[in-house]
């Protein structure tokens, strides 16, 4: 089946190219395999994607209590309080569990397509911090993970594969996923981004 399906492109092609006509290019779709771990508690987006960056980068498997204790110089091992985090905790957590060679750096700024693409190709994800601008949460800071890129073949335009997101909505490899062109994923109508986080 699959010698006939590629026999018949050859055949449709031909009189296409004879007539002057360029098929279409299709456009450049890159995505990590990544797995999406939902948060566990109302404000632990932080510790959702920082686990999810830390799994899929081979640093082992830990609860968000863990990691949340770690962030907190804790040594309880009972604390496990719904807070909300910063970008330092973050990368904390992350350097820390994936060790030498694994330099996460924030940088207080909207993400842009090259990075984006670059890191993506280097098979890192990367956390973006977001600014809630409508409805009942509006003000209030969420964190998302980039795991891919789009690459419109026509017009060049860069979308963003966001891991969208780790509130309450299942996990799975392709749970709750949507694009974003870099510019919707600057500023739109429900959020900005203000900062990022990535592995360089």
Sequence with gaps: MKVRQGLTMVML????LALGVVPARADTVVSLAVTKYEQNMAHFCWLASAETVIRFMGGGTRSQCTYLRYANNSSSSTLCSDQSGTSTKIRKIINGYLGSGHDWSGYNTYLNAATLAGEINANK???VWLTELSGSYSGAGHIVTAIGYKRNSSSGVVSAKILNWPWFVGSGTNANVKYYTMAALKKNA?????DYMAGF
Aim: aromatic share 8%.
């Design 13 to 16: 092609a031909a009189p296409l």
């Design 125 to 127: 994800p990367i956390i």
């Design 190 to 194: 429900d959020f900005r981004t203000d």
